[in-house]
C-alpha cells in the first residue's frame, strides 16, 4: 500500500490477502476430500500486532504485544504444539472425523469455514468502502 494512505488501509489489505489464502486452503482440502492420508490444512489468523505497534507514537499510547503462548507440561505430553507464525496448519486433531483411510477432509467443516471466511470478507469489503467514503468526504470530493 502507498505509505500516504492511513494505516487501516494495509491492515484492511492484508486481512483480505490472508482471506483469499484461506479460501485457496479451503479448495485444496475439498480437491482431496477423496485422497487417502490427506490431511485438511487452515491458515493461521494474521499477527497485526507489528502493525499497530508501528502506529504507537511516544505519547503513552497501550503497547500491544503478541501473546506468548506457553503450554503446560500435561498439554505437551498430550502432543499439543504452540503455534506457529502465520502460514498454513495441519489440523490434526481439530476436525469432527477420520476416514478409514487417513484422510480427515469432512466437507460440512470445510463449508463452514467457507461461510465465515465469505462473511469476513464482505464485512472488509464494505469497511474498506466506508474508509474511501470518508476519505472522500475529507477532501470534500463525497
Known amino acids: 500500500m502507498s505509505s500516504s494512505l492511513p494505516p487501516i488501509f494495509d491492515g484492511m489489505g ?7 489464502e484461506h479460501q485457496r ?21 494474521p499477527d497485526f500486532s507489528a502493525l499497530v505497534e508501528s502506529q504507537v507514537g511516544a505519547g503513552g499510547a497501550p503497547h500491544v504485544a503478541r501473546p506468548r503462548v506457553e ?15 502465520g502460514g498454513r496448519v495441519v489440523l490434526d486433531g481439530a476436525t469432527s472425523e477420520t ?10 467443516d470445510q463449508l463452514l469455514s467457507l461461510g465465515q471466511v465469505q462473511a469476513d470478507y464482505a ?18 470530493k463525497g
Open 99 to 108: 476416514k478409514p483411510d487417513g484422510n480427515n477432509v469432512t466437507l460440512e
Open 14 to 20: 492484508r486481512a483480505m490477502k490472508a482471506m483469499a
Open 123 to 140: 464485512a472488509m469489503t464494505s469497511l474498506y468502502r466506508k474508509q474511501i467514503g470518508l476519505l472522500k468526504s475529507a477532501i470534500g
Open 71 to 85: 503450554l503446560s507440561g500435561g498439554m505437551a505430553a498430550l502432543g499439543a504444539r504452540p503455534p506457529q507464525a
Open 25 to 45: 486452503v479451503i479448495a485444496e482440502n475439498v480437491a482431496n476430500s477423496e485422497t487417502p492420508g490427506y490431511k485438511a490444512r487452515t491458515v493461521e489468523a
